[in-house]
């Protein structure tokens, strides 16, 4: 363990190779292919962004790199969430089939556009997605940030809460079959 | 003589220190060889807004068939991905079920958005554990 964050429950993890949670991780994942590999095609993997430092990175390529290699799903893919700038993380990018982020602040999405841009030249699929911060309590806020996203850049990340399913028709009508 | 110990000596090092050097856990091992260039992009269309859909299978009865009626067409490119946060929301039963949950019934969900076209992803944080567990 590494350190605890100030008033939550969660605790940031060391992916160590020595410490347990690797261990714990790379079974867990094993495991779950060697019981689903008819039905999963892989992982989405969050919170990279909380590697702290180059050391954390390039133990979680690692970590990925082993349970892909005994994974009992054939071509197992990951997804990834929340990355660093390509020149920290560009090489753990490399291994998702696409990468992104969820709940960007409308004002700060010019910049993190640009950088997963940059980040999404690594992955299989060159679009990033990117999701708009929400707020259930404000969805006249929340469709407003998506329309913006949507008008300003060509990607977006969907939720299919009831909720959001409302926005998604409003916004594109013309979709529906 | 010297020069017989020194080399031996250089043997020696590269034997302790060699195959350390091959591996990834070392601090400041440049990233870049875990990455050829990047590709160029191949997929983005001008003008095509690309739209994910992100799925709950706990949600699955209510909303897939609305998800379902979204084609691609009309300047919209559909990408179906099921990511499922479901049964594995609490960090403390990481890879555990949550109470009722089974693998024949975990199965039969995810084969249901295969027939339907999505390809299904386990959720994993790396990073981040439940204190009750992280703390044992």
């Not at chain 1, 020149?87 to 999405?109: C, Y």
């Not at chain 1, 850049?153 to 409302?166: I, Q």
């Not at chain 2, 179906?80 to 479901?86: D, E, K, S, T």
Request: charged residues 25%.
């Amino acid at each position: 363990m590494l350190s605890q964050t100030a008033g939550s429950p969660l605790d940031l993890m060391s992916l160590d190779p020595w410490l347990s949670w690797y261990g714990y991780l790379r079974d867990g994942m094993i495991n779950l292919t060697r019981r689903f590999a008819d039905d999963m095609d892989g992982f989405a993997i969050d919170r990279l962004d909380r590697c702290p430092s180059l050391q954390e990175s390039v133990w979680a390529a690692q970590l990925l790199d082993e349970v892909r290699a005994a994974s009992a799903v054939p071509d197992l893919r990951y997804v990834m969430n929340s990355l660093q700038d390509a020149e920290h993380q560009g090489f753990l990018a490399s291994r998702a089939e696409f990468v992104g982020s969820d709940g960007v602040p409308m004002g700060e999405m010019d910049g993190w556009i640009a950088r997963y841009l940059e980040l999404a030249q690594y992955a299989s699929l060159k679009t990033p997605y990117l999701v708009p911060q929400l707020d259930d309590a404000a969805p006249a806020d929340s469709e407003a940030s998506y329309r913006l996203m949507l008008s300003e850049n060509g990607f977006v990340f969907f939720d299919d809460r009831e909720l959001y399913l409302g926005m998604m028709e409003r916004i594109f009508p013309e979709a529906i079959h | 003589m010297y020069l017989y110990h020194k080399l031996g000596a250089l043997i020696i090092l590269l034997l302790f220190i060699g195959p350390g050097m091959l591996t990834a856990e070392r601090v400041g091992e440049d990233p870049a060889a875990y990455v050829e260039d990047p590709p160029r992009s191949e997929d983005s269309e001008p003008g095509v807004k690309t739209v994910f859909f992100i799925t709950h299978a706990d949600e699955f009865d209510r909303t897939l068939g609305r998800v379902l009626s979204y084609e691609d067409g009309g300047g919209l490119r559909i990408l179906r991905w099921n990511y499922c946060f479901q049964p594995f929301r609490a960090w403390g039963l990481y890879f555990e079920f949550a109470e009722g949950w089974t693998d024949g019934r975990f199965a039969g969900y995810l084969s249901r958005f295969r027939e339907e076209g999505f390809r299904n992803l386990l959720y994993v944080d790396l990073t981040e554990c439940d204190h009750g567990y992280s703390g044992r």
